[in-house]
């Protein structure tokens, strides 16, 4: 795992935007290898992705929306514990705000619920809206 070696979650800070610097993690890239890879290697190395992408899709988490820290300052209604540092928070993605004021395809769509969401039509929509 890299180290992380600087971050700030705070929007206001000097650069305007928040940031994590990380170091640089050991090993090679796949990509640098994937050519002289034998046979079994490749089996090997997709039975790991597959094996890790199972385990990210069993993870359950009790609603929709943006992974947050459990320090950042939002409205307590707008956020669900999830019992350490860690708390779901509005939906961050673009879809979800306005981002640029005065656009007239923003004037005939409602606004969406920018979470957290409970229920299954939340992740329904958002994976049909792109």
Not at 24 to 39: K, Q
Not at 62 to 81: H, K, Q
Request: aromatic share 10%; hydrophobic share 35%; net charge negative.
């Amino acid at each position: 795992m890299p180290d992380v070696l600087a971050w700030n979650d705070n929007p206001n800070n000097a650069i305007g935007t928040e940031y994590i610097i990380m170091g640089r993690a050991p090993g090679v890239l796949l990509h640098d290898r994937w050519s002289t890879m034998s046979g079994k290697q490749y089996v090997g190395c997709v039975r790991s992705f597959a094996q890790l992408t199972q385990q990210m899709a069993s993870l359950r988490f009790p609603a929709y929306g943006s992974l947050c820290l459990g320090d950042v300052p939002v409205e307590t209604p707008r956020m669900i514990d999830l019992g350490d540092v860690y708390f779901i928070g509005p939906h961050c993605g673009r879809g979800y705000w306005p981002v640029v004021a005065g656009d007239v395809r923003n004037y005939d769509r409602e606004q969406r619920d920018q979470g957290p969401c409970t229920f299954h039509a939340c992740a329904y929509e958002h994976e049909h809206s792109n």
